[in-house]
């Protein structure tokens, strides 16, 4: 999966090293990979670099999702070279934080936010803690 969000953000899962290419061909600059080293779907950095990527890795589980992994993503996303190609095993976490800065950025309500959500085609499994995390986020 692989689709633009804005001009300078784009969100998927794609990860081998041809499709990576293909990405850097479309003029993306930053890969931020939201994967963590127990899922065996985090990028090797040195190989994405060798693309030419800048690689950052912030890894999200649902060990760690609060708003300090959120602010993080937010600003290594404002400080990063774009365009940005954002990403994590199903696309999911890549597209709800995505999602969510722009939500603060813009000040979209939680409609705004949903109507985005869908238009991506995430979806959610029952009790999926990244879909809590993004129901507390507009609630506080």
Not at 20 to 45: F, R, W
Not at 47 to 71: A, D, R, W
Not at 84 to 94: K, M
Request: proline letters at 6%; one cysteine or more.
């Amino acid at each position: 999966m692989f689709q633009s969000v804005t001009e300078s953000l784009a969100i998927g899962n794609l990860s081998s090293p041809e499709e990576l290419q293909e990405i850097a061909q479309k003029g993306y600059s930053t890969v931020i990979d939201l994967c963590t080293p127990t899922e065996d779907k985090q990028l090797n950095a040195e190989e994405v670099q060798k693309l030419g990527f800048n690689y950052i890795s912030i890894p999200v589980s649902p060990q760690n999702l609060n708003p300090e992994v959120l602010k993080t993503f937010s600003e290594k996303v404002n400080t990063a070279s774009q365009p940005i190609y954002i990403r994590c095993a199903s696309g999911l976490r890549a597209g709800v934080f995505t999602l969510l800065i722009l939500a603060d950025q813009l000040n979209w309500t939680e409609e705004e936010y949903l109507q985005r959500h869908q238009e991506l085609g995430l979806e959610h499994k029952p009790n999926c803690p990244i879909k809590a995390f993004s129901e507390e986020n507009f609630a506080g």
